[in-house]
């Protein structure tokens, strides 16, 4: 016999978690009404504490609300008040769902500890299915499907862990809660659920493009012959004529799907019919969005394929020279060289292409070319989130190259240079790095007096060894304790220059020196 689960009107307000308290003082703000704006959070969040900044998420085609938000608090403290006191609280009449920000990607779209909860009773709110599933372990979102404002009922309920999923499935499945049997299991997505059989399940049928005099007598002899009719409805106007559009319903799925294999872009009269699979409004809108940001990103994606970036332009270059210059190896889209406000050129532009092909024999044929005496720049346009990710990963890379870890195996150059110790390691000190095959040798300063330290009488040469690192390069330093550091090394080469000091009448003379270079 099953369990009753009682259900109490008011959601009992739960503590958020206490790991990663430096990290998390961001708050997931999720079901929020079409009409709220930023300036409605603000003031909903500020008197809880100092908030560092909101942001409403939105469309980036229409710019309207994607009905959630992101509230960034100064300290850690606040955040989890906010969480405590204003979760599954209304703004503009409809409850909010908070939860901690997850910044990773991989814990959001993993599914780790989501449950699936159906047969819920319509009056069941997010706050109370949140009630009855506290008790199994530290819940971190709750949500009630809603259709029109109303319960769909079914919800989700996500776990911290995977553990505390288990032990409510097992025991809230199949129990009764407000006199209905709840279904509890383990949430799959949808593009990972395994479809028993792959046979059509719906029977009512949206045909389009009828004519104005249409008739259901007309409708009904034309798709009886798929199998047994239920209903038909033609949509008609005040006037009472056929508005182009009207449902058939089957008995059977088997008996649609063949009714749209056959029918679905046959010629009635001037025009092909229309025929597809019924939605309610909900659904259409949902098709009618994924289609449109489909499009949306194969457009983008066919503008990255063509779309070039031309750098160094003359000031003199405008969009009817770019299109002499670069016509000639196929056919031009668009071109658009970018201008201040005052409409001088900005010295870049962007030249698209009909196809990727002929952008990639553009960039190999005009790239270093000269147009107006200047040497062309020109690369596939990217978008500014692909350039910041390049560039930290640049950054990043420059970074871990310039300033290496402190390694202490046997210098491969036999000479007598006494070496800082390791202890004495300044990370802001411009160091020389030599590597040479598997032998790492050990950091040297550049403000090096090797007059005192280097004797030029026994030096041994070596060869590379694995090593083809060549990289020149140059620093100005400061003077210290009145010579000159030295100008010039091979970086991995190690080639050290000759020193040079000032005598009081500001001449240079030269100092004792040495060279050290691979053979």
Same mark, same amino acid.
């Given at each position: 016999?099953?369990?009753?689960?009682?259900?109490?009107?008011?959601?009992?307000?739960?503590? #958020?978690?206490?790991?990663?308290?430096?990290?998390?003082?961001?708050?997931?703000?999720?079901?929020?009404? #079409?009409?709220?704006?930023?300036?409605?959070?603000?003031?909903?969040?500020?008197?809880?504490?100092?908030?560092?900044?909101?942001?409403?998420?939105?469309? &980036?085609?229409?710019?309207?609300?994607?009905?959630?938000?992101?509230?960034?608090?100064?300290?850690?403290? =606040?955040?989890?008040?906010?969480?405590?006191?204003?979760?599954? %609280?209304?703004?503009?009449?409809?409850?909010?769902?908070?939860?901690?920000?997850?910044?990773?990607?991989?814990?959001?779209? %993993?599914?780790?500890?989501?449950? +699936?909860?159906?047969?819920?009773?319509?009056?069941?709110?997010?706050?109370?299915?949140?009630?009855? *599933?506290?008790?199994?372990?530290?819940?971190?979102?709750? @949500?009630?499907?809603?259709?029109?404002?109303?319960?769909?009922? /079914?919800?989700?309920?996500?776990?911290?862990?995977?553990?505390?999923?288990?032990?409510?499935?097992?025991?809230?499945?199949?129990?009764?809660?407000?006199?209905?049997?709840?279904?509890?299991?383990?949430?799959?997505?949808?593009?990972?659920?395994?479809?028993?059989?792959?046979?059509?399940? *719906?029977?009512?049928? $949206?045909?389009?493009?009828?004519?104005?005099?249409?008739?259901?007598? *007309?409708?009904?002899?034309?798709?009886?012959?798929?199998?047994?009719?239920?209903?038909?409805?033609?949509? @008609?106007?005040?006037?009472?004529?056929?508005?182009?559009?009207?449902?058939?319903?089957?008995?059977?799925?088997?008996?649609?799907?063949?009714?749209?294999?056959?029918?679905?872009?046959?010629?009635?009269?001037?025009?092909?019919? /229309?025929?597809?699979?019924?939605?309610?409004?909900?659904?259409?809108?949902?098709?009618?969005?994924?289609?449109?940001?489909?499009?949306?990103? !194969? =457009?983008?994606?066919?503008?990255?394929?063509?779309?070039? $970036?031309?750098?160094?332009?003359?000031?003199?270059?405008?969009?009817?020279?770019?299109?002499?210059?670069?016509?000639? !190896?196929?056919?031009?889209?668009?071109?658009?060289?970018?201008?201040?406000?005052?409409?001088?050129?900005?010295?870049?532009?962007?030249?698209?292409?009909?196809? =990727?092909?002929?952008?990639?024999?553009?960039?190999?044929?005009?790239?270093?070319?000269?147009?107006?005496?200047?040497?062309?720049?020109?690369? +596939?346009?990217?978008?500014?989130?692909?350039?910041?990710?390049?560039?930290?990963?640049?950054?990043?890379? &420059?970074?871990?190259?310039?300033?290496?870890?402190? +390694?202490?195996?046997?210098?491969?150059? =036999?000479?007598?240079?006494?070496?800082?110790?390791?202890?004495?390691?300044? #990370?802001?000190?411009?160091?020389?790095?030599?590597? /040479?095959?598997?032998?790492?040798?050990?950091?040297?300063?550049?403000?090096?007096?090797?007059?005192?330290?280097?004797?030029?009488?026994?030096?041994?040469?070596?060869?590379?060894?694995?090593?083809?690192?060549?990289?020149? +390069?140059?620093?100005?330093?400061?003077?210290?304790?009145? *010579?000159? #550091?030295?100008?010039? !090394?091979? $970086?991995?080469?190690?080639?050290?220059?000759?020193?040079?000091?000032?005598?009081?009448?500001?001449?240079?003379?030269?100092?004792?020196?040495?060279?050290?270079?691979?053979?």
């Amino acid at each position: 016999m099953a369990a009753e689960v009682g259900i109490q009107p008011t959601p009992k307000k739960q503590a #958020p978690p206490a790991d990663n308290r430096q990290r998390k003082s961001s708050l997931y703000v999720g079901d929020l009404d #079409p009409q709220v704006t930023e300036a409605d959070l603000m003031d909903t969040f500020r008197y809880i504490g100092p908030i560092a900044s909101v942001h409403l998420c939105r469309d &980036s085609l229409s710019g309207n609300s994607l009905r959630h938000a992101y509230v960034n608090f100064f300290s850690f403290s =606040h955040a989890s008040k906010a969480l405590a006191l204003l979760n599954h %609280t209304e703004l503009k009449g409809k409850p909010m769902r908070i939860m901690w920000s997850q910044r990773d990607p991989l814990t959001r779209n %993993t599914g780790i500890g989501i449950l +699936f909860v159906k047969n819920l009773d319509p009056s069941i709110t997010s706050g109370q299915l949140r009630y009855m *599933f506290c008790n199994y372990g530290t819940v971190l979102s709750c @949500k009630i499907a809603e259709e029109n404002g109303n319960s769909k009922g /079914f919800g989700f309920v996500q776990f911290k862990s995977e553990e505390s999923a288990l032990a409510a499935r097992n025991a809230l499945h199949d129990t009764l809660v407000m006199g209905k049997k709840i279904y509890v299991s383990k949430f799959v997505r949808k593009s990972k659920r395994i479809v028993a059989h792959e046979e059509p399940s *719906f029977t009512n049928l $949206y045909v389009k493009n009828l004519p104005e005099d249409v008739t259901e007598d *007309f409708l009904r002899d034309k798709f009886s012959r798929f199998g047994k009719i239920s209903s038909i409805a033609i949509m @008609k106007n005040d006037q009472g004529k056929s508005r182009g559009f009207g449902f058939v319903s089957f008995d059977s799925p088997g008996a649609a799907m063949k009714a749209i294999e056959v029918l679905n872009g046959s010629l009635q009269g001037p025009s092909r019919l /229309f025929v597809a699979r019924a939605h309610k409004k909900a659904g259409r809108v949902e098709l009618l969005k994924n289609q449109q940001k489909e499009i949306f990103n !194969c =457009h983008i994606e066919k503008l990255k394929a063509s779309n070039l $970036y031309v750098n160094n332009l003359d000031i003199s270059v405008d969009e009817s020279k770019l299109i002499e210059h670069f016509s000639v !190896c196929g056919k031009i889209i668009s071109v658009r060289v970018m201008q201040h406000a005052n409409g001088i050129s900005r010295r870049f532009g962007f030249v698209c292409f009909s196809t =990727h092909e002929e952008a990639a024999k553009a960039l190999h044929t005009f790239n270093g070319s000269v147009l107006e005496g200047r040497s062309l720049h020109v690369a +596939f346009a990217q978008s500014k989130v692909d350039r910041n990710r390049e560039l930290r990963n640049y950054s990043q890379l &420059s970074h871990r190259d310039l300033h290496p870890t402190a +390694f202490h195996p046997t210098h491969p150059f =036999h000479f007598n240079l006494t070496p800082y110790s390791s202890s004495y390691f300044l #990370p802001d000190s411009p160091l020389m790095y030599q590597c /040479f095959g598997t032998n790492i040798g050990m950091l040297y300063p550049y403000f090096q007096n090797y007059q005192n330290h280097l004797s030029t009488n026994d030096l041994m040469r070596q060869t590379r060894q694995g090593n083809t690192w060549n990289h020149s +390069f140059q620093r100005n330093c400061i003077k210290k304790n009145g *010579f000159t #550091p030295y100008m010039k !090394c091979n $970086y991995g080469g190690c080639r050290i220059s000759i020193a040079k000091s000032e005598n009081k009448q500001g001449e240079l003379k030269e100092l004792s020196g040495a060279v050290l270079a691979p053979t």
